[in-house]
Structures are given as C-alpha cells and as structure tokens.
C-alpha cells in the first residue's frame, strides 16, 4: 500500500476562521511533508519532519503551525490566513534513515483545495 | 543552488505516438531524480524514480534515462494514449545530510495531451 490520504478534500475559510488539514500514511515512513502549491506552478515545500521533528521550515509564516503527533499523522494548522493563501496543500511520505543520507522516493496524497475568502 | 529545467513546457501529439519529455538539472550530484504525473487539481503520482547509478529505469510504456554527466533525464512514453494527458514534473533531492535533507527541487513541468 502506496497511499497517502489526505482530509478535507476542499475547504474554504475565512481569514478569522481556524482550522486544520490532516494527512495521514501507513507505510511505516518516518519523513513526511507538507508542501503549497498554485495554479501552473510546481509544488513549494514548506515544511519537513523527521522522526516526528521538524526538521525543515521553508521560511513559511506563522499562520501556518504544523504538528506531528506520531509517525503516520501530520497536520497543518491554519489560522488568521489571507486570500494569497489558496492553493493545494499537498502531503507527502517517504522513508527515512535515522542519519538522514539518502533520499529516498516521495509519495503523494491527493491535496487539500484551499480558498480563504 | 540545484535549478531544474523541463522542455517543452507543453506538447500536443496525436495518440499512437512515441515521444520524448526532456528535464535537466545544474548541479550533477545528485542521488537519484524522480518523474511524476500530475492531473489537474490532483495529487503528485509518482511514476519511477532513478538511482544515480542507474542508466535507465522501466515502467510498462515508460522509460526513463539518466545522464548524470550532462545533467540530464529524459522520460519516453511509448505509443501514448488520451488517458496520458496530464502534466508530468520531475524533480531532484538536495543532496544528502544537512539541513535541506528531503527538499525536492521541481521542474516546471511539461503539459501533454494526447488527442485521438
């Protein structure tokens, strides 16, 4: 089993509105990911946890808070986001070395379509 | 800093046709280079990933080959079907260890649609 899932499928928000995305995989990967991306452009990652720590923050706005509460969930907790926001937001799984050395195949989830209104 | 490169940006074939989809790459030490599928407003399929020490890897109608020295990869598709029409991405990882461990670097992507 190769899958990712990701819930909801589509949200909208509005700026003062807070809510969350889940992600979710069984494939026993210790690296998981969460990247944006707009229309006709390719996805940006965002951030990175290893072994349920962040190991990565692209610089991305506080707005966005991630967590990992154990090795096959990863949410991304959204709060007070402006209408620049919408995208998909994907999330994506890969297994890990603990001396993180080689990078190994990525898989996808199907996205999380976002509108902040 | 990697930068990744596809060509063409998009491709209209009429079904039936071999066809080449071409993605190079500026900093040739890479781990492996990985080829993706994506339908619009869809999630990442990801169809093969190559080691560097590979020259070619293979996957029912697809091949993809790896020219690390010239930084280049290059996707065939063999005989492609409408149902091919999509838009394919490839993409490399940093290289290994530091901070940038797992950041994949992205092409543009290449839009193909196959017309019967």
């Known amino acids: 089993d190769t899958e990712v899932t990701q819930t909801p499928k589509h949200l909208v928000m509005g700026m003062t509105n807070k809510k969350s995305l889940k992600c979710e995989q069984h494939?026993?990967?210790?690296?998981m990911y969460w990247y944006k991306q707009k229309a006709k452009k390719p996805p940006e990652l965002m951030f990175v946890?290893?072994?349920?720590?962040?190991?990565i923050n692209e610089s991305v706005p506080s707005r966005f808070s991630p967590e990992c509460p154990n090795s096959s969930l990863l949410n991304l907790h959204l709060h007070a986001l402006q209408p620049e926001d919408s995208a998909l937001y994907l999330c994506?799984?890969?297994?890990?070395?603990?001396?993180?050395?080689?990078?190994?195949?990525?898989?996808f989830g199907p996205g999380t379509r976002l509108t902040v209104t | 800093k990697q930068e990744v490169t596809q060509i063409p940006a998009a491709l209209s074939v009429p079904e039936g046709e071999n066809l080449v989809l071409n993605c190079s790459f500026t900093?040739?030490?890479?781990?492996?280079l990985q080829w993706f599928r994506q339908d619009p407003g869809k999630g990442l399929t990801s169809l093969l990933l190559?080691?560097?020490?590979?020259r070619e890897q293979t996957s029912g109608r697809l091949n993809a080959s790896l020219d690390k020295s010239s930084g280049r990869s290059t996707l065939y598709i063999a005989a492609s079907q409408p149902g091919d029409s999509a838009t394919y991405l490839c993409?490399?990882?940093?290289?290994?260890?530091?901070?940038?461990?797992?950041?994949?670097?992205f092409g543009q992507g290449t839009i193909l649609t196959v017309h019967p």
């Open positions: 993409a490399v990882p940093s290289n290994a260890g530091g901070t940038s461990y797992g950041k994949l670097t």
């Open positions: 494939m026993g990967h210790r690296a």
């Open positions: 900093d040739s030490a890479i781990y492996n």
């Open positions: 946890y290893s072994y349920e720590k962040l190991s």
């Open positions: 190559i080691q560097s020490s590979q």
């Open positions: 994506a799984s890969s297994h890990q070395g603990p001396e993180r050395l080689v990078p190994y195949e990525q898989y």
